[in-house]
C-alpha cells in the first residue's frame, strides 16, 4: 500500500471515531491510530434523544 505525505509526519496519531476499520488502514499505513468506539446517543434516534435531553434538564 502507498503511504501519503500526510502519514509520514513525525510524531503524528490519527483519532479515529466510528468504524474500526479506518483505523486500520491508518495503522496499516505506519501511522499511529487511536480507535474510540464511539456511537450516537440513543443510537440516533432522534426522538429519544430529546427524551433523554428533556430528563437531563430535570435532574
Same mark, same amino acid.
Given at each position: 500500500?502507498?503511504?501519503?505525505?500526510?502519514? &509520514?509526519?513525525? $510524531?503524528?496519531? #490519527?483519532?479515529?471515531? @466510528?468504524? &474500526?476499520?479506518? $483505523?486500520?488502514? #491508518?495503522?496499516?499505513? @505506519?501511522?499511529?491510530?487511536?480507535?474510540?468506539?464511539?456511537?450516537?446517543?440513543?443510537?440516533?434516534?432522534?426522538?429519544?434523544?430529546?427524551?433523554?435531553?428533556?430528563?437531563?434538564?430535570?435532574?
Amino acid at each position: 500500500m502507498e503511504t501519503t505525505p500526510l502519514f &509520514e509526519q513525525e $510524531n503524528m496519531t #490519527v483519532l479515529n471515531l @466510528g468504524l &474500526e476499520v479506518f $483505523n486500520d488502514a #491508518v495503522n496499516m499505513q @505506519g501511522a499511529t491510530g487511536v480507535h474510540i468506539d464511539w456511537r450516537p446517543p440513543a443510537g440516533g434516534n432522534l426522538r429519544l434523544i430529546e427524551i433523554i435531553e428533556r430528563l437531563k434538564e430535570l435532574g
